[in-house]
């Protein structure tokens, strides 16, 4: 942490913080630049950056130097992590995440009944996927919207999963229903909602199921992996990331796929990075396309709404694919994938 | 609801969604309006409006007729609701927010020691306010930053209570706390993090607390009003809603608070308003001006965060007002909402 | 200026750099921090901060010491500028802006015909009003809008100003326009989106004309600063600022109108700062509140649209008000000025 | 249009607004929809949305029927337009911008000398580009930072052309600038700041030159649609438009790059569509994903900075590629383009 000393910063001022910054435990370096001093702190054993340190008199600013989060960070640890997903299930062969492979997962918005289901499920499985994504417990803007199938949900999953070999991706929104849904799902989700709802992640992080951790609509980079800091630090490694789209000016689209944010938290972190282009644009014209620019972007897999009536859906119809479009996006992104690897 | 068919649209488009329209049990018109059709569609018992007939063939755009919270609205609502805190308390008298009284609630981000809140709280006091808060469960972006006394602080508050007479208002991250909260609690507040924390909301909704919702921080004025529905619709009438800042691309001020929104939700909705100029501007030397802003825009109060020594504070200092400045800040503001009363 | 290195910067990354910089003829010491090393840069002469020393092999990030705009900053420049309106005038009494007065400058968005235009300003006037606002090169998002009346508008302002005696606030768009606005205007505005259009802002620093540069809707607080300093630095001392409100996600009203930048502009720079609450919300219902906001907290004046007949106005009638409620408006604001005097 | 009445909206509001609709020779007729009434307008002739229809009394909402841009938009115009580039030139091959061809225009932020931009130049070439980009006008956002070199630039862009066969692009800010700018320049660039300098957009609409049109940083994708009608308007069909990144609250990147705008502006308009991913990122270690990106999501060609020696560069160091990284991202980006022609 750097602290910027004011323009009209007496010597007292500066004394009285470094003294103050002594008794804490921290080493404190006084020097100037120009007409202004800065006083350097560091710690031995993690990162240190308070920003209340700017209300000491004096003070004009304060600066980070390192990164916040340390397990989420490649500074310290370089190699990709790989998330197995089905690593101990017979009759299945396990996914990776992050390690190489590209997997796209598909589905439903919110699981109807177990007709629509099933049928859905087979076609997600002909388009050459193996995840299957459905939501039983959902989180909708308006009290008087559709809210989820909930416990009866769970079983339809359990059928799908046994009927197809699907491996299941589903969301909880609650402490409680970590529990419920933890038999039969191999991934659990958390919605842009609730990344920031930190007892949910760290009830999350005391488990060793892979988590995928959905970027919260307004949250910087940074919030986003601090967010998964707190999932990892919980003791839990298997968590996947995924842009989703964050709220801007631009209403066309329902939210703007942050397409930056792909190479940016690869660079920054070491976890695996996947992409929602449903949810990122709301718009089903647009999925293809920003599926593509994903994958060519660099992402470990997506994440896609499917529905085989999306005239029908309880919710989300508007930017699901039918899935005879899902086979399509699937072969091109692979042959994306495909063409890219031949310059690695 | 009206959905506006697309320009190459045909009859048979048309006709197919007008009889799905009605198989739906809704009454369907198609009109024309120059080169294009439309199709309103009217339900009895309540507001309508699917998103979702956009995927429709033909269809080009669905607008929404009225406004989809109806507990929340003026529409339905004409007369402002008041909020009693402390009703049934003997010994003190109550507060009513949002039926002509201005009330400032007072108090630090965290509470951190029986010494220092009790020392707040009685500068609190003298400054004119009847109401403190302070925070013994935290929401905190980084897992390394201080979480919370839990309990333990719902003990200090307790203290505070009884030692000063003030009401307390303290927020609660999920369903289990709230209970723990309930007794010492005259107001359970639901930060910004967890406006669209839907079974928070459900949870509070069943009972009859006062609650205080902090508007998201990305969250439009509709959806802010709909997450006030989820409380109200469970049948609690005691909601309180707050503005505290706008996620923008502005970074000198942590938030940019939205002043628009007080005279605007006035309009839209029966509810008091508060204003939280502490978070929606993250600067001490900003928060009397913006404070004193909301209360000539309008709003029924406002929600201060104070410390006696803001820069020893574990969260938030940067943002505090010491309480010397408090009393300048309410007499201030007192003296606007006087003025303006005269030209009622 | 500070640069930070990167964790795995080499001796000789460091060295390459302080040797460039030396070249440049700044002065470099390098420091420790922790396990960082940081190089601090400073010249004499003027602010310093390039954001290509990032593009550096080893460096992780660079931090600006000072601010970048010095004209306009309060750190050079401690008393508040107070721009005169009017100063050689016969048979007029001069106004000041910054000063503490306080003015709301009002009129129609454009100036439709000599009839309107008239009994609007006379209206303005009766409403106790000084300045009087008209548009006759405007800037319309659409090319099928209405364009202005150009030239022949100025004439119209002209007879306003000749038989009102109101002082004329008038936009220019290019830098032709500003020679034939000339004469009639007494301020000359600049629009938000030509908050950035240098060359038409350097064309005014090079007159003594007072220049009403309104906020970019999408520039940073510093962004707004620094374009103020390109009149400052071309010699024109006479630069009133004006908050108009931000785009953000909020869709409900037109813009956001940033209150905070009220406040934290008055204390980063001692130019006048005008609040326009007309394009800031949108909505002719919100004005009122909004102003008596921005009036309490600490803007110097107002820019207000007005139109006796919103209905017929050819160009922002949905938020302009009728003149009967701008009378009300003033006085609000006036007597909250009045208040707040008394605490000074 | 569509005239939402308010629900206590009276008959006789809604017989003034019929009477006046009628007055200004449009067609209104008055529907029934639930308890609400709503008056559809048309008009022969052209696109009508009227927002101002909601300052009369009794009126709630007005909506349009169809797109207010009607030259830019696919409605009207279903081919693609592909702007050609050198047509009369004797010994250079003509290029084609939005007919299929892959274009990626490359070059420094500023032209700084004719050494460097030479040098950088035959780079350019030799990667494969046939398009040259270099500024001489700058618009920077402090007076303090380089201005560009203005006339003696055009000299060295001229050189440039000559001796290497490269196609010019490069930005005017002002009308005079087209002059100077003519002859030299294949493209004239309209930068983000200038987006809505309609002035600038009219004289430009008045030639026949191609001209590359950038979004404003806070321009919806509709509003940019009606710059460039601004153009097309004026008589010219040249106009290549380019996604250059929206201000978010993103603050890693420097802007957020809209990748969703690329495939909605393709349904939308007929027009060409460049992405440029140097200010669209800000940071060079981004530039090639989010170039593979916007060319799988369907771009038509890139607009990339390239510097020889960014270290040195006099602008926007931070985010130019070195011509090695340029060769391998346009190898990239050309097979993924073949790769995805496979599938059309």
Redesign the interface.
């Given at each position: 942490?750097?602290i910027?000393m004011a323009?009209w910063a007496t010597e007292k001022h500066i004394e009285d913080l470094r003294e103050?910054i002594i008794d804490l435990g921290m080493a404190a370096?006084i020097?100037?630049?120009?007409k202004?001093k800065?006083i350097?702190?560091?710690?031995s054993g993690?990162?240190l950056f308070d920003?209340?340190?700017?209300?000491?008199p004096g003070v004009e600013k304060v600066?980070p130097?390192?990164q916040?989060?340390m397990l989420a960070s490649r500074?310290f640890h370089q190699e990709n992590t790989v998330v197995p997903v089905g690593l101990k299930k017979k009759n299945s062969t396990p996914v990776f995440l992050g390690g190489g492979e590209f997997h796209v997962i598909a589905g439903p918005c919110a699981i109807e009944d177990e007709k629509t289901a099933l049928e859905i499920a087979f076609k997600v499985k002909e388009a050459g996927c193996s995840l299957f994504r459905g939501g039983v417990f959902k989180?909708?803007?308006?009290?008087?919207s559709f809210q989820g199938l909930g416990k009866s949900g769970l079983k339809i999953l359990k059928k799908v999963k046994k009927e197809t070999g699907l491996f299941i991706v589903t969301e909880v929104?609650?402490?409680q229903e970590i529990e419920e849904a933890f038999e039969v799902a191999d991934i659990l989700q958390v919605g842009t909602?609730?990344m920031?709802?930190?007892?949910?992640l760290e009830s999350l992080g005391s488990t060793k199921k892979p988590v995928l951790l959905k970027r919260?609509?307004?949250s910087?980079?940074?919030?986003y992996l601090?967010a998964a800091?707190?999932i990892l630090?919980n003791g839990n490694p298997n968590v996947i990331l995924c842009e989703r789209g964050?709220?801007?000016?631009?209403?066309?689209?329902r939210f703007?796929?942050?397409?930056?944010?792909?190479?940016?938290i690869k660079?920054l972190s070491h976890l695996p990075m996947l992409v929602d282009p449903s949810h990122?644009?709301g718009?089903?014209?647009?999925v293809e396309?920003?599926s593509?620019?994903?994958?060519?972007?660099?992402a470990d897999g997506l994440l896609v709404e499917v529905h085989s009536n999306?005239?029908m859906?309880l919710s989300?119809?508007?930017q699901?694919l039918i899935p005879e479009r899902l086979k399509?996006l699937v072969?091109?992104a692979k042959?994306?994938k495909?063409?890219?690897r031949?310059?690695e």
């Open positions: 942490m750097i910027l323009h103050h370096h020097i100037e630049s120009g202004r800065l350097t702190v560091s710690v993690g990162p920003k209340s340190f700017e209300t000491w600066f130097i390192i916040p989060f500074e989180a909708r803007t308006s009290p008087y929104l609650e402490i909602r609730n920031s709802n930190y007892r949910l919260g609509m307004s910087t980079i940074k919030e601090m800091e707190y630090k964050i709220r801007t000016f631009e209403t066309y689209t703007t796929l942050d397409i930056n944010a792909i190479p940016a660079q990122g644009t718009i089903w014209r647009l396309s920003v593509l620019a994903a994958t060519a972007a660099g999306p005239q859906a989300d119809g508007l699901s399509s072969d091109k042959a994306i495909k063409v890219l031949v310059y």
